[in-house]
């Protein structure tokens, strides 16, 4: 295949990478900025460059924030030809796959919603890498529309990538997911760093406390936007997050001992639930494979 990358970020410049590293595609990029393409040339990231509308591509990605990524679709889209297939990698689907999914059925143009989950404390195409997806999940979030031959070359292409596994699930539900294991995560990160004692915290600290503040060096201009435009899963979970933590500090504030136990030992309880089912279904896929 002809495959085309637009925007050459972390995840873009990473696509290419992995699909030159594993793949006999040619692969090109469009991007902005000119000096990182020369770069990617250079690296043998991609054989070329090219845009959206230059008509001779079997695949296009898109690697752009979904609202700059939507704009672009749809000026291009009366360009693109009939039968390519168009990928993108935005981090909400929400209304934007069935309003692309749409659009693009009326040009025969085939489109598919996914979502590699993988990512660094980096961003842009000098932090991307070859194996960024290496055992990582794809999700993808076909609807009523999508073609099926289509999400079986994109699947397929995972797959050569080396994606560990690929995740179905609608727009709607991948939001409302994506707001509680990574939005609220880097809201949590971003708030825990807030505190005086980050002046003297490396002397102190271990796994736990790096693990914490990870993602708070994400980039505001991103990630504004994408709590913005996920705001109302977003703000539930992060409610929900709030009542929790009133209950340990008013059991705290009570000197409740009792109540503290009942609350660590819930919260055990959950997690070791999560870590059997993962277990199980890691044996599962491991007996599907054998």
């Known amino acids: 295949m002809r495959i085309l990358v637009v925007g050459m970020g972390l995840i873009g410049g990473s696509i290419c990478k992995s699909i030159k590293a594993a793949t006999s595609h040619a692969v090109y990029g469009c991007d902005v900025q000119q000096a990182v393409l020369d770069d ?11 845009t959206m509308t230059d008509g001779t591509y079997d695949m296009i990605i898109l690697c752009l924030h979904q609202r700059i990524a939507i704009q672009m679709v749809q000026e291009a889209l009366p360009k693109i030809p009939a039968g390519t297939i168009l990928v993108d990698t935005c981090g909400l689907k929400g209304r934007m796959v069935r309003d692309l999914t749409y659009r693009c059925r009326k ?14 404390e980096k961003n842009g195409y ?16 076909p609807v009523d529309g999508t073609d099926e031959a289509a999400l079986d070359t994109v699947k397929e292409l995972a797959d050569q990538m080396g994606f ?21 995560a880097h809201v949590v990160s971003s708030s825990y760093v807030k505190d005086f004692c980050m002046d003297d915290a490396l002397s102190f600290s271990g796994g736990s ?9 994400m980039d505001e201009s991103m990630w504004a936007a994408l709590f913005l ?21 008013d059991a705290l504030k009570q000197r ?25 279904q890691n044996e599962l896929q491991k007996g599907e494979t054998a």
């Open 126 to 141: 000098y932090a991307s890498i070859p194996n960024l997806f290496q055992n990582a999940n794809l999700i993808v979030t």
């Open 107 to 120: 040009a025969d143009v085939r489109y598919v919603g996914t979502h590699p989950m993988a990512g660094r």
């Open 40 to 50: 990617a040339i250079a690296d043998g990231a991609i054989d070329g460059t090219g």
């Open 209 to 217: 406390f790096q693990d914490m503040t990870r993602v708070a060096t």
């Open 256 to 280: 409740d001992e009792e109540r503290l136990q009942y609350l660590i030992a819930e919260g055990r309880q959950i997690q070791e639930e999560n870590v059997r089912k993962r277990q199980e």
């Open 164 to 184: 560990g596994k690929i995740v179905t699930a609608t727009p709607m539900w991948h939001d409302n997911m994506i707001a509680y294991t990574s939005q609220l």
């Open 229 to 249: 435009d996920n705001r109302d899963n977003l703000l539930y979970h992060l409610d929900l997050l709030i009542e929790n933590l009133t209950d340990y500090r």
